[in-house]
């Protein structure tokens, strides 16, 4: 269904640096949605049991790291959007899977409202300003195609 093996694959084999957290099992998946109080979008499940997170260094997608789903620690899912709810007032409903120097946020829409967007979060202004992809799995297979 999600062919992340193929992708991930087409990143390693390029020029890029690459840095992958190591796949996470479905129970922590679980734990980190507990956690934050959100379900996530099946595709950044599937993603993140294939390899947790990571990605181009400099430019990591956010996931679990070393299948820890309790680490609050830059670069993880848990840490970046409890950082982002706090001090840029996040919307409960997002899940931040990118934050630069603090000013670019991408979030998943993980509201059936949302379903499963993937967003970018103004944290200036404290507002979704615009959708980057319908879902987190098309978002992902452009994050390559631009670095391949």
Not at 86 to 107: G, H, N, Q, R, S
């Amino acid at each position: 269904m999600y062919d992340y093996q193929s992708l991930i694959h087409k990143i390693d084999s390029s020029d890029e640096e690459t840095f992958w957290f190591g796949a996470a099992s479905k129970d922590r998946i679980k734990k980190l949605e507990t956690l934050l109080q959100l379900s996530f979008p099946n595709d950044f499940s599937a993603f993140l049991e294939v390899c947790g997170g990571g990605g181009v260094v400099e430019s990591e997608i956010c996931g679990i790291e070393n299948n820890d789903a309790t680490l609050a620690r830059g670069g993880t899912v848990n840490y970046s959007t409890n950082y982002c709810r706090t001090d840029y007032d996040l919307p409960m409903e997002l899940a931040v899977i990118f934050l630069k120097d603090d000013e670019i946020c991408w979030a998943i829409d993980c509201s059936l409202q949302g379903k499963g967007k993937v967003v970018s979060y103004n944290i200036f202004s404290k507002k979704t300003e615009q959708v980057l992809a319908e879902n987190f799995y098309d978002f992902f297979r452009v994050y390559i195609e631009i670095r391949v």
